[in-house]
């Protein structure tokens, strides 16, 4: 920790008790979180930095941060790379100039998502770049209020489930984690022509949140194989869906419904307080649907960007990528060298 302007502090957000401090309390997020950044830094080699303001009595108050990639891709600052969103602390404006003037400063570009209600928002600096929908379900009331409350197609998806006999099995172990990501592979490959997050990085998720009983992995299961998948993780009272994957032959039996109630049930008994679905693109409009009908309210999630594209950036290195990845997630190469090639380039799609 070093000293900055008055009133504020320099800190490294993966350990100092300050920056842990803050996000527990209710403007913290799984994805500001020590755990989150500890595995996404350790995982793609970052080092994220953060200013926290402090009070009359030295507790933090306010507090922003971010992490500058430099790579073939350009340099660039983004607060934080490999998130949903990442929602500067800040009870005001003032509280929030004093914690990212430093990284508003100019020497890179800066860009940053943050849910609709934050104060930064009216900061004319921030040029608003894009926008996706966030849902969550409250988890007030018990299982029986929670399922009146879903919508009728969803309760009918629950039954089907339940009639074809699909199994959902919660673990905390980390063998359900490297199932998931085989699932996750596959489906990434397969329906979107998309390279998956490494395995590492699944791993170190689990060794991340598993010493504080954070990581909760789904499997549905039919004839003892598994179908479909998802990991969910706790931060504070809230736990977060953060990856889902399913075999597309068996979706008519409604596998990720079952994981998804199986899961609220779970959360009830544990006394969570909201479920967080995450990001959906504006453009996906049945997967907002879905998560709607789990009585989930919508918001948006907002990107800002300072400064421009990154420094450097060259268009021929994102044609590259885009070629490589095509190439990479052909049906006719095997799923391990797919997944290799993932942990080889994942990096650069932050």
């Known amino acids: 920790m070093t000293a900055g302007p008055a009133g504020t502090r320099h800190v490294d957000p993966r350990t100092d008790p300050l920056w842990r401090e803050l996000v527990s309390s209710p403007g913290g997020s799984l994805f500001t979180s020590p755990p989150w950044l500890t595995a996404v830094s350790d995982t793609y080699g970052f080092t994220p930095a953060a200013r926290v303001q402090l009070d009359a009595s030295g507790r933090p108050r306010a507090g922003f941060a971010w992490t500058d990639v430099d790579d073939l891709r350009g340099r660039r600052r983004i607060a934080l790379p490999f998130c949903d969103r990442a929602d500067p602390i800040v009870p005001d404006v003032a509280a929030w100039s004093a914690v990212a003037d430093e990284a508003l400063a100019g020497d890179l570009p800066l860009t940053l998502r943050c849910l609709d209600g934050s104060p930064i928002v009216d ?11 966030w849902h969550a379900t409250p988890l007030t009331g018990g299982p029986d209020d929670l399922h009146a409350a879903l919508r009728p197609q969803v309760r009918r998806n629950i039954a089907t489930a339940e009639r074809s006999g699909v199994q959902v099995v919660l673990s905390d172990s980390v063998g359900a984690v490297r199932e998931l990501h085989t699932l996750h592979v596959e489906l990434r490959k397969r329906k979107y022509r998309l390279l998956a997050q490494p395995r590492e990085f699944f791993d170190r998720i689990w060794t991340a949140f598993a010493p504080s009983d954070g990581v909760l992995t789904a499997l549905a299961m039919v004839d003892g194989r598994p179908v479909a998948g998802a990991m969910y993780l706790v931060w504070q009272d809230v736990v977060y869906y ?18 998804h109630w199986q899961l609220i049930r779970w959360a009830v008994e544990r006394g969570l307080r909201v479920l967080d679905w995450g990001l959906s693109d504006l453009d996906q409009p049945g997967l907002r649907h879905y998560k709607a009908g789990w009585a989930a309210v919508e918001r948006r999630i907002r990107t800002f960007n300072v400064g421009g594209p990154p420094l450097g950036r060259r268009f021929d290195v994102e044609e590259l990528l885009s070629v490589v990845t095509e190439l990479l997630t052909d049906p006719d190469v095997p799923d391990d060298v797919t997944a290799r090639g993932g942990a080889a380039l994942y990096r650069y799609f932050c």
């Open 123 to 133: 900061d004319g600096r921030l040029a608003l770049t894009g926008e996706a929908a």
């Open 242 to 259: 953060k990856f889902g994957a399913s075999r597309a032959e068996f979706l008519p039996l409604r596998p990720n419904d079952a994981i």
